[in-house]
DNA sequence: CTAGGGTTAG
């Protein structure tokens, strides 16, 4: 006659905040006898630690014969909860000797504690973890659960997520016979560690493979940035004809996102639909962050919209791509909208709203956001200082920027010297450049963007000496530029364009192509400004090196294979040239083309001879 | 009653 009620008390239990109902839902399950079973007493136990009524669980829990499934349930709720290190309490605590089961939870609990100890970037908390990871590895020998298969895999990505790949590799090679699950786990742990060349040694040499065992080296590669090879194995994986799970995807999203390539995102997105696959929060969030990092900021904020669930990872995600495509008072409306939802904001979020409050010149709406993080208990990382001087700075406030370098609390790190220096590129400061110049190579003193920041300020400023003895300091310190690259997507196949480089197969046409962009660009009026490039390349290759930027050649190609009503769209792994800046924005005029271009921060949208970044990036 | 892979910034 109650049997529905007491069908499964995990999903009853949440919505019963009430005490009484608690002890109503209780005396219910006494009452009716189902509490002597021990599965029905772990299965109440666990949904009371879960939902966080620990006190009454552990009135629950001595109250009748021990048994270890109910106390192992106790431990693994507690080790998925907020606060993994109860679950090390509650295993001291077992009247009984521990299981390999008890010995499973407490090796996971020390997995998440290790997690969220990094999360916080909290030193002590991380000693701590490592701590207890180290004890939970000893207890499992200790009680002979070792050899478990379960506890190995454990304690695999246990040692994995302390970025101690050593140790992993250490309690793998105890392993006799390892099976799927651990070899995938040491796969994972060797990528973590950042050996994805021995990952993959090992992922060829595994006897089968399943999905999940694909997913860990596809999201391998994407641990080290090598997301070519991620995507060049996902088509190994669909000719294999593996199942493709959601997990697979999340990762395939973010070798989309960080290539740039809008094509096989989009495909993806396709696949999803056509599959009928149900739209988590972690795909949802792959699909938002992928668009936005392609430039589709609209379709990224029409999946966000249509998301039936959000967290704190969607939210920034979204917020991120507003600020990143330039949007940023969309930005700020959307964190208020977040706020506004009960979504608590994290580091990453307020890092995301400073960007767009700094994109948009909103520097007081800024400043009010950087303080509110105290409301939140969020303590500032020193990126969040570095967004607020680049606030200050962008928006010609470089008192304020100095005055607010001056009360930090910690030593201004290098991306906080970093933001002055921009800002005094931007507002011609010379004495302030060079300030901030020497704070930063005091820190890295083989800052190669630094060095032709520098000179970029001498160049505007007409310094020709002050350009000569920044170049002169680079060769004497040996400080190596790194070479500029720009790519271009093209019927789903990635083009790459180095800077003053030949290679392109369709060369010939480029530089036709080139010369007649000159031609019709100098007809408007466009002088070549050679300040920046001088410097930017070796002597040599002065001469015509105006046009050879990398941006330029891709920008040369897409207007020879992309028809008119195509958007271009580039990506550079640096920052834009002020010169290539501006000769984008005229070819958006005069051959009347949108013209997309991600650098290293941002985007910019070319259109009509203007650009969203508003000359100041 | 257990296990391996996946989401936000720089």
Redesign the pocket.
């Given at each position: 006659m109650m049997r529905p009620l007491l069908r499964d008390p995990t999903t009853l239990l949440p919505s019963l905040a009430e005490a009484s109902h608690l002890r109503a839902l209780h005396a219910h399950l006494v009452v009716s006898g189902r509490l002597a079973s021990p599965?029905h007493l772990?299965a109440f136990l666990a949904s009371l630690a879960s939902s966080n009524h620990l006190s009454y669980a552990r009135l629950v829990l001595p109250q009748r014969p021990a048994t270890?499934?109910a106390h192992?349930?106790f431990i693994?709720a507690l080790a998925?909860g907020p606060r993994p290190c109860l679950a090390f309490a509650a295993f001291r605590d077992l009247p009984l000797p521990p299981?390999?089961?008890s010995?499973?939870?407490l090796v996971?609990a020390a997995?998440a504690l290790v997690a969220s100890a990094a999360?916080e970037?909290h030193v002590s908390a991380e000693v701590n973890a490592r701590l207890q990871a180290v004890s939970a590895h000893g207890a499992a020998v200790r009680w002979g659960h070792a050899a478990?298969?379960?506890?190995?895999?454990?304690v695999?990505?246990m040692y994995?997520?302390l970025g101690d790949v050593a140790s992993s590799r250490a309690a793998f090679a105890e392993i006799a016979c390892p099976?799927?699950?651990?070899?995938?786990?040491m796969?994972?742990?060797l990528?973590?560690g950042g050996d994805v060349d021995a990952a993959r040694d090992l992922f060829d040499g595994m006897p089968q493979?399943?999905?999940?065992?694909?997913?860990?080296m596809?999201?391998?590669y994407?641990?080290v940035g090598r997301s070519r090879e991620a995507l060049m194995l996902f088509d190994e994986m669909l000719s294999a004809g593996t199942t493709?799970?959601?997990?697979?995807?999340?990762?395939v999203?973010?070798a989309c996102?960080q290539i740039g390539t809008l094509d096989r995102g989009k495909w993806v997105h396709w696949y999803v639909r056509s599959r009928g696959m149900q739209m988590?929060?972690?795909?949802?969030?792959?699909l938002?962050?992928m668009y936005?990092?392609c430039g589709a900021v609209v379709t990224a904020m029409e999946v966000f919209e249509s998301m039936a669930e959000r967290?704190?990872?969607?939210?920034?995600?979204a917020?991120?791509?507003l600020?990143?495509n330039g949007m940023g008072t969309e930005c700020l409306q959307l964190f208020k909208r977040m706020e506004g939802a009960g979504i608590q904001p994290?580091?990453?979020?307020f890092?995301?709203v400073l960007?767009g409050c700094s994109m948009a010149g909103l520097v007081d709406e800024g400043r009010a956001c950087f303080d509110s993080m105290d409301k939140y208990g969020v303590d500032p990382?020193p990126?969040h200082y570095?967004?607020m001087v680049d606030l200050y700075g962008r928006a010609g406030r470089l008192d304020d920027a100095i005055s607010f370098i001056n009360d930090m609390p910690m030593e201004p790190h290098e991306?906080v010297w970093g933001a002055l220096l921009n800002a005094s590129r931007i507002h011609n400061s010379v004495d302030l450049g060079k300030y901030a110049l020497d704070k930063l190579l005091a820190i890295e003193s083989e800052n190669d963007a630094a060095h032709v920041q520098l000179s970029n300020i001498y160049a505007e400023s007409q310094n020709w000496k002050g350009v000569s003895r920044v170049r002169g300091m680079m060769k004497a310190k040996g400080v190596k530029k790194v070479p500029g690259w720009s790519t271009i997507e093209v019927d789903g196949k990635v083009h790459e364009f180095y800077v003053g480089g030949r290679l392109h197969p369709r060369y010939n046409e480029i530089e036709l192509m080139l010369a007649e962009m000159d031609r019709r660009l100098r007809l408007q009026g466009y002088t070549a400004n050679t300040r920046e490039v001088l410097f930017d390349i070796e002597e040599e290759e002065k001469e015509g090196a105006i046009s050879l930027h990398s941006e330029k050649l891709a920008l040369a190609f897409g207007l020879i294979v992309l028809p008119e009503d195509v958007e271009i769209r580039i990506v550079k792994n640096l920052r834009v040239c002020m010169d290539c800046h501006r000769y984008i924005k005229l070819v958006s005029k005069v051959f009347n083309r949108e013209i997309v271009m991600r650098d290293r921060?941002?985007f910019h949208h070319f259109k009509g001879g203007e650009c969203s970044c508003r000359d100041y990036w």
């Open positions: 599965s772990a270890l499934l192992n349930a693994r998925r299981d390999h089961y010995l499973n939870f996971r997995t999360e970037k478990d298969p379960h506890v190995q895999s454990g695999l990505s994995a997520a099976d799927v699950v651990c070899v995938t786990a796969v994972a742990a990528a973590a493979r399943d999905h999940v065992a694909w997913s860990a596809i999201a391998g994407m641990h493709v799970g959601e997990a697979t995807l999340v990762s999203l973010t996102a988590s929060i972690k795909l949802g969030t792959a938002v962050d936005s990092k967290n704190v990872y969607t939210w920034t995600s917020v991120s791509g600020a990143m994290n580091g990453v979020s890092v995301a960007r990382w990126e570095g967004c991306g921060n941002r």
